[in-house]
């Protein structure tokens, strides 16, 4: 089965940082302006998907992947690939100050990949 979303060498290693330090997490990407336009990492707790949020995947660490459901419209024959690097993240997010921040690189998935993907999986639904 073809995933949807996976994360590099560095961004496995940011997840496991912060998770250490706030316990699990999960990312956001809505695709809006300013701070919305790259993920967003946010402990879980105080996370509440909204019933049209589209959950990609799982990453190591355990930390959800979820895209907004405008965005993922825009994204769905694209594979997700979560990375960091050094920088500074949006205030909100858990990676600010951490001297990395969270991007997402995307590529296109082949005819092949597309035909095995599993449907995708709205929160609400």
């Not at 701070?35 to 959800?64: F, H, Q, R």
């Not at 965005?71 to 594979?79: E, G, K, V």
């Not at 921040?101 to 092949?112: K, P, Q």
Request: one cysteine or more; hydrophobic letters at 40%.
């Amino acid at each position: 089965m073809t995933e949807r979303v996976s994360a590099t060498p560095a961004a496995i290693a940011l997840i496991e940082q912060l998770t250490a330090q706030h316990g699990p997490i999960v990312f956001f990407q809505s695709g809006g302006c300013c701070e919305g336009s790259g993920p967003m990492c946010l402990p879980a707790a105080e996370y509440i998907a909204s019933p049209m949020d589209v959950k990609l995947g799982t990453l190591p660490g355990g930390a959800i992947f979820y895209m907004s459901d405008s965005h993922f419209s825009f994204m769905h024959s694209t594979h997700t690939i979560l990375d960091a690097m050094p920088g500074s993240s949006g205030s909100f997010s858990l990676d600010c100050g951490s001297g990395m921040a969270f991007i997402t690189r995307g590529r296109l998935y082949s005819d092949e990949e597309l035909a095995a993907l599993k449907p995708e999986e709205r929160v609400g639904l």
